[in-house]
Nanobody, 121 residues
Framework: QVRLVESGGGLVQPGGSLKLSCAAS????????VGWYRQSPGKERELVAD???????HYSDSVKGRFTLSIDNAKNTMSLQMNSLKPEDTAVYYC???????????????WGQGIQVTVSS
């Protein structure tokens, strides 16, 4: 079984920075894709940034130039550095990974439990 655990959320003032981390544990043979999503009250979950193996990182227009997704394969962790935060970035953030747990196994999607980020003065 694979488990994803997010950390690093909290309250920050507009213009501030936060770094979210997502640690993966369990049976991981290979990772096909990783990403960060967010969901605000009354809105659907939206993609923030993602990376597919062999393809460049993609960012939503709303965060491009402010957020940076990074991956540490040796530690099975991923992070989201968020700079110049705005009140509209307030949401629950979720990490996502598409993982193959064994050679020849199918790729399954896994999600973290979500972590609150609040941008407010």
């Amino acid at each position: 079984q694979v488990r994803l655990v997010e950390s690093g959320g909290g309250l920050v003032q507009p213009g501030g920075s936060l770094k979210l981390s997502c640690a993966a544990s369990g049976s991981i043979f290979s990772i096909a894709a990783v990403g960060w999503y967010r969901q605000s009250p009354g809105k659907e979950r939206e993609l923030v940034a993602d990376f597919t193996a062999g393809i460049a990182t993609h960012y939503s227009d709303s965060v491009k130039g402010r957020f940076t997704l990074s991956i540490d394969n040796a530690k099975n962790t991923m992070s989201l550095q968020m700079n110049s935060l705005k009140p509209e970035d307030t949401a629950v953030y979720y990490c996502h990974q598409s993982i193959r747990t064994a050679p020849g196994a199918r790729v399954d999607d896994y999600w973290g439990q979500g972590i609150q980020v609040t941008v407010s003065s």
